[in-house]
């Protein structure tokens, strides 16, 4: 049986076995619809610890520069799952660096307002916030999976996200290579074939946007945090206040309609949520990385940093080096494929986030360089000259939430 973290000693473990109970149990989350509604849960959950909150908010104050680009990080690693690939195609929000630009720091904002605000105050703003992404997800999934929608979100392809990005040099044999020495996912039989990079047709439809995939999103907004603080300025943070954010996690899965069974946060003592988080990593994300490299995988990828290089200043072979680099992975053929701005930008990248950033006040540098580049695009300084900044995004004001 596995260990209920809520009684048990934060120096308890989980083993192999545990981790394993644990995986099949999330894996059954495939089934079942995220819950649904506007109307989002009152009060606290009967596991709230304050204490740990507290320590979690605390950790985001100090750190939330290192958190932000490690947001945008994940986001392009997390795009492996076909399941959540095709409604983002289908949609038609995000297929171009554009629209990814407004839609992902649009989402940022709104993450930001969660950490930064009152999530338990019934008129707050990030009480407001949630209201409006629960809501959304209601939408969406009523949409996508009607009868009339899903056949066509099932059959979306390459041919709908528009013209390539990779301007005639695609990376996709450069990954699917490097990626070739990966294990393959221990677990592949109990996953749907909406999961698996297949065109043989599921034995059994499952809902988008469903219990599964709402962890695994989870995952990629507090995983790499906790496994690799040092890469993104953040090594010396303390032991609670990393767990600390993992409560905080567990907290807005339960808000935004993810069952306590299927929280990927629920294991939320710290030696239990690294070890669980490091083998759902090595078992399901980079197995499914592996297996999922599509065109639509790369084109959606490059959507993404494409739209963030206005202020990120990188490219998506830049973005993949610091994945590779952050997740330990040997990539020898994207080395070699990578120019020589690709490779001192990711050079750039790794001094400012695992140096810099990891001094004492480093923090405050990296803080401060986001929460500028944030201010410019949210509410700019009447002074600052509109050719030096990225392009502004109306409407997120309201919700912004300042650090």
Request: hydrophobic share 40%; proline share 6%.
């Amino acid at each position: 049986m596995v260990i209920d973290n809520t009684s048990a000693s934060h120096e308890v473990e989980l083993c192999e076995e545990e981790m394993e109970e644990v995986m099949k149990k999330l894996i059954e989350g495939q089934h079942f619809l995220v819950n649904l509604g506007e109307d989002i849960p009152t009060g606290t959950p009967p596991w709230f610890d304050e204490k740990k909150f507290e320590a979690g908010k605390q950790f985001v104050k100090k750190y939330y520069g290192g958190i932000f680009f490690c947001h945008l990080v994940s986001l392009i690693m997390m795009l492996y799952s076909p399941q959540v690939l095709k409604p983002l195609i289908f949609t038609e929000k995000s297929e171009t660096p554009k629209k990814s630009y407004r839609r992902y720091l649009s989402t940022t904002i709104h993450v930001i307002s969660w950490y930064m605000g009152d999530m338990w105050q019934t008129d707050s703003k990030a009480r407001r916030s949630l209201r409006l992404v629960r809501q959304y997800h209601t939408d969406t999934a009523t949409r996508l999976n009607s009868v009339e929608i899903r056949p066509s979100v099932d059959n979306t392809d390459i041919t709908q996200c528009g013209l390539p990005l990779h301007k005639g040099h695609p990376i996709l044999e450069v990954l699917q290579k490097d990626f070739s020495s990966i294990p393959n996912c221990p677990f592949l039989s109990q996953l749907n074939g909406n999961y698996k990079n297949t065109d043989v047709f599921p034995v059994q439809q499952i809902p988008y946007l469903n219990q599964l995939d709402m962890s695994g999103t989870q995952f990629a907004f507090m995983g790499l945090v906790l496994l690799h603080p040092e890469k993104f300025g953040i090594s010396r943070a303390t032991e609670s206040e990393l767990e600390g954010f993992v409560h905080i996690w567990r907290c807005i899965g339960w808000i935004l309609g993810i069952d306590d069974r299927f929280n990927f946060c629920r294991l939320d003592s710290l030696p239990q949520a690294r070890r669980w988080t490091r083998y759902f990593a090595d078992k399901l994300v980079c197995p499914l990385m592996k297996m999922s490299v599509t065109a639509e995988y790369e084109h959606m990828g490059r959507a993404v940093a494409d739209g963030a290089r206005c202020y990120t200043g990188v490219s998506y072979e830049t973005f993949y080096l610091f994945i590779a680099w952050v997740l330990d992975l040997q990539m020898p053929q994207l080395e070699k494929h990578a120019s020589l701005a690709d490779k001192f930008s990711f050079r750039k990248l790794t001094y400012f986030f695992g140096v810099i950033g990891n001094l004492p006040f480093g923090n405050y540098i990296v803080n401060g360089v986001i929460y500028f580049t944030l201010k410019l695009i949210i509410d700019p300084p009447r002074f600052w000259p509109r050719r030096f900044r990225p392009p502004m995004i109306k409407g997120l004001k309201e919700l912004w939430v300042h650090t």
